[in-house]
């Protein structure tokens, strides 16, 4: 509902978007008419719930004249390429900055682990893009500019500026986290027992602090999801963010409407997978159930 009727209030009529500025009203009328644009606003509503409910689209798209379904679908892969790969570095780049704030508490690294990254979250993750083009690709020519011509190379900045943008939180909450497990009795135990300062880190403490942090971790995915298709204007990349702002200047509703509930869906998915993940990891949950 909400795809739907807040894209009614934009301005602008797709039919003399199609048609341009010199088209006369009454070719405008006729297209109109020929797109069910003239039907009433809940007639409309009703034939677009059915489609998504009957046949898993959201309509024909009014510029290409194709399934949305099928426009959505022939893109989908760049995007969760660049999702997948944001996942990754986010994770490569918060947990040791976390291990390293926790274990130099109020030390330099630690007041630098937790200054830098709010540098990064302050800055438009359009920006960030253009400044890793401008150092990776631009300067030392280890990246390409854009584009996905260059295979895996080319995914790299993008998933890169999104997963930067999204670090001080985890990082924040991660720390958190350790310093309050680093005090349990458990931990000074395994200190007692003389076991390897790395393994009581990584399979006592990090085990035992990632599961709130996997949890703000999941709550994030939309902001990760969304960053993705602003980037991909940036780096001009052909996936699900170029079809969408090419579809909002088209004033294309069914294509808009196809992608927002393609993101909504995803995002739904990856939160019920981290809720799995917390429930599986943590045994306190699976003794209450």
């Given at each position: 509902?909400?795809?739907?009727?807040?894209?009614?209030?934009?301005?602008?009529?797709?039919?003399?978007?199609?048609?341009?500025?010199?088209?006369?009203?009454?070719?405008?009328?006729?297209?109109?008419?020929?797109?069910?644009?003239?039907?009433?606003?809940?007639?409309?509503?009703?034939?677009?719930?059915?489609?998504?409910?009957?046949?898993?689209?959201?309509?024909?798209?009014?510029?290409?004249?194709?399934?949305?379904?099928?426009?959505?679908?022939?893109?989908?892969?760049?995007?969760?390429?660049?999702?997948?790969?944001?996942?990754?570095?986010?994770?490569?780049?918060?947990?040791?900055?976390?291990?390293?704030?926790?274990?130099?508490?109020?030390?330099?690294?630690?007041?630098?682990?937790?200054?830098?990254?709010?540098?990064?979250?302050?800055?438009?993750?359009?920006?960030?893009?253009?400044?890793?083009?401008?150092?990776?690709?631009?300067?030392?020519?280890?990246?390409?500019?854009?584009?996905?011509?260059?295979?895996?190379?080319?995914?790299?900045?993008?998933?890169?500026?999104?997963?930067?943008?999204?670090?001080?939180?985890?990082?924040?909450?991660?720390?958190?986290?350790?310093?309050?497990?680093?005090?349990?009795?458990?931990?000074?135990?395994?200190?007692?027992?003389?076991?390897?300062?790395?393994?009581?880190?990584?399979?006592h403490v990090l085990r035992n602090a990632a599961l709130p942090t996997l949890t703000l971790f999941g709550l994030n995915v939309a902001y990760l999801v969304g960053g993705t298709l602003v980037v991909?204007?940036?780096?001009?990349?052909?996936?699900?963010?170029?079809?969408m702002f090419e579809a909002i200047g088209n004033r294309d509703f069914p294509v808009v409407q196809g992608i927002a509930l393609t993101c909504?869906?995803?995002?739904?998915?990856?939160?019920?997978?981290?809720?799995?993940?917390?429930?599986?990891?943590?045994?306190?949950?699976?003794?209450?159930?």
């Amino acid at each position: 509902m909400a795809t739907f009727f807040l894209l009614r209030l934009v301005p602008g009529d797709p039919a003399e978007a199609i048609l341009g500025d010199r088209a006369t009203d009454d070719a405008v009328a006729a297209l109109r008419v020929q797109l069910g644009l003239d039907k009433p606003l809940a007639q409309q509503f009703f034939e677009f719930a059915a489609q998504v409910f009957l046949h898993f689209d959201t309509g024909d798209s009014l510029i290409y004249g194709t399934s949305t379904r099928d426009l959505v679908m022939a893109r989908i892969g760049v995007s969760l390429t660049i999702v997948a790969l944001a996942v990754l570095f986010s994770v490569v780049i918060a947990v040791p900055l976390a291990l390293l704030a926790a274990t130099h508490k109020d030390g330099i690294a630690d007041h630098l682990v937790r200054i830098i990254p709010a540098v990064g979250l302050a800055m438009p993750i359009f920006w960030l893009g253009l400044i890793l083009i401008i150092i990776f690709s631009v300067n030392l020519r280890w990246l390409p500019v854009g584009g996905t011509n260059s295979g895996f190379a080319s995914f790299v900045l993008p998933a890169l500026a999104v997963s930067i943008a999204i670090v001080p939180p985890i990082v924040r909450s991660l720390r958190a986290q350790l310093l309050e497990v680093l005090d349990a009795d458990f931990v000074a135990t395994a200190r007692a027992a003389r076991l390897p300062r790395w393994r009581i880190l990584v399979f006592h403490v990090l085990r035992n602090a990632a599961l709130p942090t996997l949890t703000l971790f999941g709550l994030n995915v939309a902001y990760l999801v969304g960053g993705t298709l602003v980037v991909e204007r940036v780096f001009a990349i052909n996936g699900l963010g170029a079809l969408m702002f090419e579809a909002i200047g088209n004033r294309d509703f069914p294509v808009v409407q196809g992608i927002a509930l393609t993101c909504a869906i995803i995002v739904v998915i990856v939160t019920l997978a981290t809720d799995f993940a917390v429930h599986r990891l943590d045994p306190r949950t699976r003794r209450a159930s």
